[in-house]
Nanobody, 130 residues
Framework: QVQLVESGGGLVQAGGSLRLSCAAS????????MGWFRQAPGKEREFVAA????????YYADSVKGRFTISRDNAKNTVYLQMSSLKPEDTAVYYC???????????????????????WGQGTQVTVSS
């Protein structure tokens, strides 16, 4: 099993920035990627961003492209999500997930690349005020 712990959420005004962190432990050798998802009240969980653990390739949802940046520190088994130009519609609980074989949440990142995510963190609240 992979254990994930998020941190860095909070309250910020529109136009502001926040950085989320997610530290992985346990069977991290089974991961080939890490990703961020979010879930707003009354809405389904949606994909935000992902990064390949091997070559650092990054993928983003259209709604966050140009505003959010995902990065990783392999030595620390940690992934980050730098969020800038935040909007009220970015308000949600943000979850970190491990991309690994057997994951049940499938995300099609491109026409040829899909990641399977499993092992979720507990979530961290991000609230953007207008």
């Amino acid at each position: 099993q992979v254990q994930l712990v998020e941190s860095g959420g909070g309250l910020v005004q529109a136009g502001g920035s926040l950085r989320l962190s997610c530290a992985a432990s346990g069977r991290t050798y089974s991961m080939y990627a890490m990703g961020w998802f979010r879930q707003a009240p009354g809405k389904e969980r949606e994909f935000v961003a992902a990064i390949s653990w091997n070559d650092g390739s990054t993928y983003y949802a259209d709604s966050v492209k140009g505003r959010f940046t995902i990065s990783r520190d392999n030595a620390k088994n940690t992934v980050y999500l730098q969020m800038s130009s935040l909007k009220p519609e970015d308000t949600a609980v943000y979850y970190c997930a491990a991309g690994k074989p057997g994951g049940t949440t499938i995300v099609y990142l491109t026409a040829k690349i899909r990641y399977a995510f499993g092992s979720w963190g507990q979530g961290t609240q991000v609230t953007v005020s207008s």
